[in-house]
């Protein structure tokens, strides 16, 4: 199954109000005898209302409605126009190269409750599956039973866990991590990190000193920074996307709980300010519901006629 | 949490200030900006139109216009109509409940329920209340085993029957506690979508079977505008009696709380300020509204000082700084008390006036430095500790060695200490420092001797004191 498939059959549970008011405005504005002139104020308070409710943000709603109000229609719909727009912000950000070193080791990283443990259990398993032999670590050594969860998934996905007892320290269980794994032929690995607020001074500091441990036990690792952000966040990812990118240094995003009714709009708005790739999309509790992000499908999914 | 938006509001109503006169053109100006700054903290655009347009009738009130002092009239309204959307309603929980009293916790995935459920375990224990809790969460993996960590943390008993039927669970609790004679009951539910009907259907069923009196829905403080559609489906399908705002200790604003509020109707109960079990706190509508305005939130702050500060120590240090015998050990003892009360960030942000600076992301000490400067006034000698004013060169590198920094740091300490010195003898004598009164409102000194040095300097942190990078 495709991502879009995917994508609608996580979605097709809820009736889509922004893409029914998607669909007014749209019709409205294209109307035949329409097609031609100026896109009125109207539609465009309209779309840029739209935008905001899926949190995209005011910087990248007023490009995209600029651009939209800017461009001369030449009988170009307005669907076509907001998404091409979209997707341009989308396309100017560039693909991170992907080091070759062995063992590969990628560092999940995001605020409490994100996803960020499920993640590295459904990413465990698609790696597996595409017959690589990965290694997960359990560095939350912070809240209740976190390393009990990732446990339960290690299994789940047939890997192998290194763990440490709640309450040491997490650096140290990532250079023990990055050793078994090198003894036993594992790769990639997969880090999975407690979740933290970026206010927090000291457990920001915490994240550099794994990855300093890191690179002390494999040379240029972490290779991957993976910042896992809940769909439902509003203006705040974009914050926490700064300050992780910011100490953490963060390559990638995976954007989870795209299967509730939230459109994960702040995607858009880190691709427009600061130019980090979504990789993965999260669909669902399931092992399997963990798929690669393409910046088309996602557009496209944002404005279907039906889901 | 709410700096940047009252930075913005402050900024809007800043360059009203100098206007003798408003004219409606003003008012929009101002307007645009509370418009923009409620967007980017996350308030429902819808919300925001309708908060918009009460402003500006209000605002354009003739007696508003022609009034003195404009920007103040204008705050005022701002602030009134913020009240307006909280609601006056007292956070905590229901009134009247019959014994034992069930308090369903529910809410989407990650969210804090599991934590907020440890947390309330805890404050109800200092209420004088004896819970049982129990998870009826089957779903997430060590979901149960993470609760009974918690329980044993805060001393709570947890029930864990053997059956992973959740309805079961949660009736099993309650009959666990009407034969064993524990007056509340708290159930932890799995996180849910509220567009699943399955696990809806679930929670419909867990509700019914133990009738709860409070059902909290767990919010995280940096939703989007996704926070309306999942809390008026809970509330629509299952009842909602008040909402828990977790992880208020980031920076989110928090704007989805107010349109929860206002398009929902549910009143916020409780905060959780942290991932340890102490931080809940009931919620105060005055508070967050004074907190947005950059007002500081004053009350909470006294609160939680005097959790964390001796009485007596308190009056003593009072005696001392009144008569300026304020030391650099009674210095560290007041670092040592800021650490109990909790991460630097979130005291600071309740500080008065401070919510004002917009560099105070950067200003931010971090608990690194505040960390070396203990270690500098470690290293010193008790009589050193007591005067000050002995610390000559060579003792400056002695202790500088002592405690792995530089003369320059040393030097800095003391300078920012004899400042600092300054000023709360001034604050001691009831006079108000001059420098403290530029570029922030009076701040109301916490009661119960506290001594917050009421000093901002353009260059030095927020504290005058630590020296930001
Ligand atoms: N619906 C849905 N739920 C998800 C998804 N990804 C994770 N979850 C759920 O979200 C909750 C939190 O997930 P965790 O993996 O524990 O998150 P975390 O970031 O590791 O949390 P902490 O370590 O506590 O900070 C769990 O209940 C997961 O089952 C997703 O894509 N969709
Ligand atoms: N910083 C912060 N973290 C919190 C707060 N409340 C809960 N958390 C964290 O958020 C994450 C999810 O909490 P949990 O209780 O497991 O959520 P649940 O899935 O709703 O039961 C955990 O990492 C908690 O430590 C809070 O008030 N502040
Ligand atoms: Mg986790
Ligand atoms: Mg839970």
Same mark, same amino acid.
């Given at each position: 199954m495709g991502f879009l498939d995917r994508l609608r059959e996580g979605l097709s549970r809820t009736k889509q109000q922004i893409v029914e008011r998607f669909e007014q405005i749209v019709r409205e504005a294209d109307a035949p005898e329409r097609r031609t002139t100026e896109i009125n104020p109207d539609t465009v308070e309209a779309l840029e209302e739209l935008l905001l409710s899926a949190d995209v943000g005011v910087p990248a709603t007023e490009r995209i409605v600029t651009a939209v109000r800017a461009r001369a229609r030449a009988g170009q719909g307005l669907r076509d126009l907001v998404k091409q727009e979209i997707l341009s912000i989308f396309e100017s950000v560039e693909p991170v190269p992907q080091p070759t070193a062995r063992p590969h080791v990628v560092l999940i990283v995001g605020v409490n409750g994100t996803g960020k443990t499920t993640t590295v259990g459904k990413l465990a398993n698609a790696l597996k599956a595409s017959g690589k032999d990965p290694l997960v670590c359990? @560095?939350?050594?912070?809240? @209740?039973?976190a390393v009990e969860q990732l446990a339960v998934w290690a299994e789940r996905a047939h890997v192998d866990l290194v763990r440490a007892k709640e309450g040491s320290d997490p650096a140290s269980v990532v250079f023990d991590a990055i050793q078994v794994g090198k003894a036993r032929g594992r790769d990639p690995i997969l880090i999975d990190t407690a979740g933290r607020l970026h206010t927090r001074v000291n457990l920001m500091s915490e994240l550099d000193k794994i990855r300093r441990v890191a690179a002390r036990a494999a040379?240029?690792?972490?290779?991957e920074v993976l910042l896992v952000l809940d769909a439902t966040v509003g203006q705040n990812g974009l914050t926490q996307a700064r300050e992780f990118t910011s100490v953490a240094g963060v390559t990638g995003i995976v954007l989870t709980k795209l299967d509730g009714t939230a459109k994960g709009g702040v995607a858009v708005a880190i691709a427009h300010d600061l130019k980090v790739p979504i990789r993965y999309v999260g669909v669902g509790e399931g092992i399997d519901d963990l798929i690669p992000f393409s910046a088309r499908d996602y557009v496209d999914a944002l404005f279907q006629a039906s889901w | 949490m709410f700096e940047s938006f009252s930075t913005r509001i402050q900024g809007a109503l800043q360059s009203l200030r100098g206007e003798v006169r408003l004219t409606p053109d003003h008012i929009e100006a101002a307007l645009r900006e509370i418009r923009l700054a409620l967007l980017e903290a996350d308030v429902n655009f819808k919300v925001v139109s309708a908060f918009i347009d009460r402003v500006r009738d209000r605002a354009m009130d003739q007696a508003v216009l022609k009034s003195l002092s404009p920007a103040q009239q204008v705050t005022k309204v701002v602030r009134d109509e913020l009240l307006a959307l909280f609601g006056d309603a007292e956070g905590g929980l229901r009134k009247d409940a019959p014994t034992p009293r069930v308090i369903l916790l529910l809410g989407l995935q990650g969210s804090g329920k599991t934590t907020t459920s440890g947390k309330l375990g805890k404050w109800l224990t200092r209420q004088g209340r004896h819970p049982l809790m129990v998870s009826t969460?089957?779903?997430?993996?060590?979901a149960i085993e993470q609760l009974a960590v918690l329980g044993t943390k805060a001393d709570i008993r947890v029930y864990s029957p053997e059956t992973m039927d959740p309805v079961a669970r949660a009736a099993g609790a309650l009959a666990e506690a009407k034969a064993k004679g524990f007056d509340t009951v708290i159930v932890d539910t799995a996180g849910r979508l509220h567009i699943d009907d399955d696990l809806m259907n679930e929670l419909q069923a867990i509700k019914d079977a133990v009738r709860p009196t409070d059902l909290l829905y767990v919010a995280d403080a940096m939703t989007g505008n996704d926070a309306i559609k999942s809390a008026g489906e809970f509330n629509r399908r299952i009842g909602v009696t008040g909402v828990v705002l977790t992880k208020l200790d980031g920076d989110a604003r928090g704007g989805a709380a107010l349109s929860v509020v206002s398009v929902v109707g549910v009143p916020i109960a409780f905060v959780g300020s942290g991932e340890r079990l102490e931080d809940l706190e009931l919620f105060h509508p005055d508070r967050i509204v004074s907190r947005l305005l950059g007002m500081g939130d004053v009350l909470s702050l006294i609160e939680k000082a005097e959790q964390a500060i001796d009485q007596n120590d308190a009056e003593e240090l009072e005696e001392r700084l009144r008569k300026n015998q304020f030391t650099l050990d009674d210095f560290r003892n007041q670092l040592k008390t800021l650490k109990r009360m909790g991460p630097l960030e979130s005291v600071l942000g309740m500080?008065?006036?401070?919510?004002?600076?917009?560099?105070l992301a950067e200003n931010k000490p971090d608990e690194k430095q505040m960390g070396r400067i203990e270690a500098i006034i470690s290293s010193m000698t008790a009589g050193e500790r007591r005067d000050h004013t002995v610390i000559n060169g060579s003792r400056r590198k002695r202790i500088a060695k002592g405690s792995g920094t530089t003369v320059e740091d040393v030097n800095r300490l003391l300078k920012q200490f004899t400042e600092m010195r300054r000023v709360l003898q001034m604050i001691g004598q009831g006079a108000r420092p001059a420098a403290a009164v530029k570029g922030m409102r009076q701040p109301a000194m916490p009661q119960?001797?506290?001594?917050?040095?009421g000093k901002k300097r353009k260059k030095g942190g927020p504290w005058g004191l630590i020296k930001t990078r």
């Open positions: 359990a @560095a939350d050594t912070f809240r @209740a039973a040379e240029g690792a972490p290779h | 969460d089957v779903r997430r993996p060590a500080i008065p006036g401070l919510g004002n600076m917009k560099q119960g001797g506290f001594a917050m040095p």
